[in-house]
T-cell receptor, first 112, second 114 residues
């Protein structure tokens, strides 16, 4: 079962614009991660934000987490054609090992 | 190795046949995970190994699915009596110790059951 839902399901922007994707989840978490997937194959880990963090940056990526609303957002600034991919949020539960539950994904298209 | 590898990249089989999918994790990673991703969906958890043992197999859909990791490194996902609904991309990931840490994914095996 999917823990999270990404919004929007699909997003098309011009190169240079910013892209914002949102993720909502249902249960309490230890951390939340964002992954990128090209062409339906291997996932690339982008960033991890812990439940006691509110914002995190990595290069052109900015992730926010609001545990009271059970939501997160991923902002990609100054998008490039190479950013075209599907983006997934994944949540890890509070107990035990890193059992990760993925959302349904946002398909981003960056038009050159 | 440098990353997680999976073989084969693609597998086409007929309904009712048996298939094996292989995952070679990053050297030294004790935790290994299998996921299944259907078209248009996010990956869904199947099974987690810590060392040689399956610590959590709650995601396996039924008893046609089985996975092993006999020496704590390479893992094989086995599917008996395949059905068309088993068609998906099967992803493997590994992490250093299975704690709250990053999982590194392989490129996946695309299984098509005709």
């Amino acid at each position: 079962s999917q823990q999270g839902e990404e919004d929007p399901q699909a997003l098309s922007i011009q190169e240079g614009e910013n892209a914002t994707m949102n993720c909502s989840y249902k249960t309490s978490i230890n951390n939340l991660q964002w992954y990128r997937q090209n062409s339906g194959r291997g996932l690339v880990h982008l960033i991890l934000i812990r439940s006691n963090e509110r914002e995190k940056h990595s290069g052109r990526l900015r992730v926010t987490l609001d545990t009271s609303k059970k939501s997160s957002s991923l902002l990609i600034t100054a998008s490039r054609a190479a950013d075209t991919a599907s983006y997934f949020c994944a949540t890890a539960s509070s107990g035990g090992y890193q059992k990760v539950t993925f959302g349904t994904g946002t398909k981003l298209q960056v038009i050159p | 190795g440098a990353g997680v590898s999976q073989t084969p990249s693609n597998k086409v089989t007929e309904k009712g046949k048996y298939v094996e999918l292989r995952c070679d994790p990053i050297s030294g990673h004790t935790a290994l995970y299998w996921y299944r991703q259907s078209l248009g969906q996010g990956p869904e958890f199947l099974i987690y190994f810590q060392g040689t043992g399956a610590a959590d197999d709650s995601g396996l859909p039924n008893d046609r699915f089985f996975a092993v990791r006999p020496e704590g490194s390479v893992s094989t996902l086995k599917i008996q009596r395949t059905e068309r609904g088993d068609s998906a991309v099967y992803l493997c990931a590994s992490s250093l110790s299975g704690g709250k840490e990053t999982q590194y994914f392989g490129p996946g095996t695309r299984l098509l059951v005709l």
